[in-house]
């Protein structure tokens, strides 16, 4: 079983949707939580970081539920440029990636 | 650019040589990481720096592999006699400590690595 688990996807929304992506971790250890993002053949990009009292960056939601262990990012009104794979985070100095889910936004 | 830099960008070896990389953090960071990645996975941790100490190593970093921070700036990473299994971007990312908060690293462009 891998530490952090995301569904591969792709998503395919078209552009205003709003798109929900979960994953969850194992190693209940885990004191740091984050969104990233990754282009086609770039470095991964921090989006946000993320807290058990949720937070919002925009059009971006991010909440962790540490009980369950469940990490999960919302983005409403998607835009083409948000087509990317959004790879969920948990560490502890390491960080620890989930494969990364692929969003494609068409027009 | 004051960003994370990484050289080469791409390297194309053949198998058996050996080759190594250089990794430039953000100048006030401390702490430095090595991760690898390959086709539709998340980046895997190796290895990291907290100045010139090496913290932890990962059971993914065999004896082939080798990683420096001898000063406590720019960071190598060595691979010994090269695999075609060891084609991968290698990444890697500096953070700073004590900021308070969740300690956020940011990542170089990587080093691609082909083997032949």
């Known amino acids: 079983r891998k530490e952090v688990e995301q569904d591969p996807g792709p998503f395919n929304v078209p552009e205003g949707a709003t798109v929900a992506f979960n994953c969850t971790y194992s190693?209940?250890?885990?004191?740091?939580f984050f969104w990233y993002r990754q282009d086609c053949r770039k470095e991964p990009k921090l989006l946000m970081s993320?807290?058990?009292s949720g937070n919002e960056d925009g059009r971006f939601t991010a909440q962790l539920n540490r009980a369950s262990q469940y990490i999960s990012l919302l983005i409403r009104d998607s835009k083409l440029s948000d087509s990317a794979t959004y790879l969920c985070?948990?560490?502890?100095?390491?960080?620890?990636f989930g494969a990364g889910t692929r969003l494609a936004v068409h027009p | 650019d004051t960003g994370v830099s990484q050289n080469p960008r791409h390297k194309i070896t053949k198998r058996g040589q050996n080759v190594t990389f250089r990794c430039d953090p953000i100048?006030?960071?401390?702490?430095l990481y090595w991760y690898r990645q390959t086709l539709g996975q998340g980046p895997e941790f190796l290895t990291y720096?907290?100045?010139?100490?090496?913290?932890?190593k990962s059971r993914l970093l065999s004896d082939r592999f080798s990683a420096e921070r001898p000063k406590g700036s720019f960071s190598t990473l060595e691979i010994q006699r090269t695999e075609q299994g060891d084609s991968a971007m290698y990444l890697c990312?500096?953070?700073?400590?004590?900021?308070?908060?969740?300690?956020?690293?940011?990542f170089g462009p990587g080093t691609r690595l082909l083997v032949l």
């Open positions: 990312a500096s953070s700073s400590t004590g900021t308070g908060g969740q300690e956020t690293q940011y």
């Open positions: 190693n209940s250890a885990s004191q740091s």
């Open positions: 993320v807290y058990s």
């Open positions: 985070v948990a560490g502890y100095n390491k960080l620890i």
């Open positions: 100048s006030e960071h401390n702490r």
């Open positions: 720096f907290q100045n010139e100490a090496q913290l932890e």
